[in-house]
């Protein structure tokens, strides 16, 4: 009897014993008051399956240990996410505990807190990762109260939602606890971009910089942004980026990671050997990338992706390739008459333009950088006529057999013929060194690429470049045939407007000669008087004289306004700089400012009046959320609303604009700009300045333009500002505001400008003042953005019921 009672009582002896032998964590769960350590290696947590496992990690054989996620049958043991990238714990003593305020918290061997969740509640029971790869802390209900999703590091997994609050970095490597300079992220346009941010410039791209954001196949209209891909390898993103993996379809583990190449690929796994294939791609030539090489080198393929220091220069790391080159001279030995230019050909560095010029000799080309000090080198396209491209900077260099241009960089005169020759590069192979965690092009051997796939690529590029240089001769061949036989005047017209729109520099002497020794007066401004002028080749222009006190100002247009291009924005034609003669030329607009139509005899109709304010919004929006850098205005008000011939408005006067660095620490500006009554509540509060101060000016011009008066403070003789009319604005405000919640029928007719006699659109003149009244809140964050403001207008832009 005592037998039988032994035997049915030995698997419950059994199961107690393996439930007290082992630690708890041994499974998928870890539940409240329980923790694991480093130094055993049975602690780990499971998803329900055994895809995913959560443990300690370490990166080579190092004391420094990681607590992260990986795929259980990777062969390389691929981490997913991890709790602290740049802070690793001791293998000894170092744990990871779910304590009992319901907070999961990564100690060091000292017990200092390396990582801890943000949860504080005591309704937590366990932390549970599941099949997803998601690791979770829930309640005894099951819900979550936290999720690694929301946390993610450099890899996103099947329905992990990526959000305007998250940026994806590469992994760390081997040796190094800096992941980098590359991410992932949503842009403040709603694009969602890769980027190089390193420590001396930043640097978008992908998608493609020179493309705006339509031509990529992306859109910046809409107000969310989120990201992610199915399990069946479908990835979606809000700004319309769609793809499908190469090898589409359910049952297969993928992970979309950026590596530390800078690209961002969706890998399968191959579960029969745990090795990871490329299924897709961001970018399929790694030249492309920004930063890759470092300062002052050169990417190229020979045929596999090399950095290379160009003459005169050598490594900084052998071992790191980010590092770039450094020259083997001084800067300062750079002097006019000690230079000499070094030649290499079919090369290129992206961006950092002091001036580009069309229809300009190689010799004209080497005395503009050779007389501007800040000029290290220039590039000489020799298409049509020859453009010239002087650099400020030397980054992102590449070279390519099919670009039709060369680099001349600037080296001492001294400068030996060993060190300067074109034989003499140094270079690397694509591994930059000998160790095989700094890869920085192409991808570690377990990877699989489908070259043939590549090479397909590289043949619809070169179709395409061939059939782009036919089409370019074709033209020119019309164009040689009309200069001999008589070009229609209209024909020449555009012709003569196509090839002069390049950004040039001009000399004091020209722009003396434009204005006629600056006779013509158009206007005064805070930075300075405009002129109006006709240069050399009949172009009207309109030349600002910046006082000298505006040279930061100066700058700030010649840099920006140089590369920008929108039809409702005045377009900068050049500038000059010689001494203390600073000025800035535009193209000339010839019905004045939006003021003069407005609160002076001309009177706008309504049509007119819409087309402004969507014209207006279209040309903000620009500036705030398409340009590659953010432009801030900062000084809107009917005064910098310029008409053209038809009535429509071109922004004017970016003396006053600020760039600021997307992602960047807020935008503090050191004094107040602007024009006080446009001037949003940021400014008084000593708060970061945003596009939103932009938003709010604009909001008081539409105000402005649907009652046909003021509503603003002004500036007047004494240079106090008339506050009577600053508590006005206040009080229309209020005023409206009364009227929309009490339902009143007339209330847009009392409003809208009488001098219209009733003329206008009653649903236009109504978006108008809501867009309006939401633009001018005194919180920033209650304002629309540009794009959104635009997007409503358009909505009612064919309005065409007209009160009579």
Known sequence: MKSL????????????????????????????????????????????????????????????????????????????????????????????????????????????????????????????????????????????????????????????FFTKNHRLVPPLRKGSLSPGYFSLYFDSDNVLRMIYDGPQVSSIYWPNPDRGVYWNGRTSQNSSRFAYFDQMGRFFSSDRLQFNVSDMGFGILRRMSIDIDGNLRIYSLDNSTGLWKISWQAIAQPCIVHGICGRYSICSYAPEPKCTCPPGYQMVNASDWSRGCRPRFSQRSLSREHVKFVEIPNVDYWGFDLNFTSSMSLESCRTLCLDDPRCRAFVYRRNGEGTCFTKGMLFNGYRSPGFPGTAFLKVPMNLSGSESGLLNLESTDAKCGSSPENVLFGFPSMYELDFKKVKWIYLYLFSFT???????????????????????????????????????????????????????????????????????????????????????????????????????????????????????????????????????????????????????????AYLHHECLEWVIHCDVKPENILLDGELEPKIADFGLAKLSQRGGPGSDFTKIRGTKGYMAPEWALNQPITAKVDVYAFGIVILEMVKGSRLSSWVVDDGECDHEHESQLRKFVRMVKRKIQSGEDSWVEKIVDPRLEGNFSKNQAVTLIEIGLSCVEQDRNKRPKMASVVQTLLECEDETTILT
């Open 466 to 620: 061939l059939g782009g240089i036919e089409i370019l001769f074709v033209v020119l061949g019309w164009w040689a045939l009309f200069s001999k036989h008589g070009i229609p005047a209209s024909i020449e017209e555009g012709y003569k407007m196509v090839s002069s729109t390049q950004f040039r520099r001009f000399t004091y002497t020209e722009l003396k000669k434009a204005t006629k020794n600056f006779k013509i007066e158009l206007g005064r401004g805070g930075s300075g008087a405009v002129y109006k002028g006709v240069l050399a080749d009949g172009r009207a222009v309109a030349v600002k004289r910046l006082a000298n006190e505006f040279q930061e100002e100066f700058w700030a247009e010649m840099t920006t306004i140089g590369r920008i291009n929108h039809m409702n924005l005045v377009r900068m034609w050049g500038f000059c700089s010689e001494g203390r003669h600073q000025l800035l030329v535009y193209e000339y607009v010839e019905n004045s400012s939006l003021d003069r139509h407005l609160f002076k005899s001309d009177i706008l109709g309504w049509k007119q009046r819409f087309a402004v304010a969507l014209g207006t919004a279209k040309g903000l």
């Open 5 to 160: 009672k032994l035997c049915s009582l030995f698997p419950f002896l059994v199961l107690s014993f393996l439930i007290f032998s082992f630690p708890l964590t041994t499974s998928r769960i870890l539940f409240r008051g329980n923790s694991f350590s480093v130094k055993d290696d049975l602690d780990f947590i499971t998803s329900p399956q055994n895809t995913f496992t959560g443990g300690f990690f370490t990166i080579g054989n190092t004391n420094a240990y990681y607590f992260g996620i990986w795929f259980t049958n990777s062969r390389d043991k691929t981490v997913v996410w991890n709790a602290k990238q740049d802070r690793p714990v001791n293998r000894q003593g170092s744990k990871l505990t779910l304590r009992k305020n319901g907070a999961l918290v990564l100690t060091d061997v000292d017990d200092t807190i390396v990582w801890q969740t943000n949860t504080t509640s005591f309704d937590i029971e366990k932390a549970e990762l599941l099949e997803t790869g998601n690791l979770v802390l829930k309640n005894p209900q099951g819900k979550i109260l936290w999720q690694s999703f929301d946390l993610p590091t450099d890899t996103l997994l099947p329905h992990q």
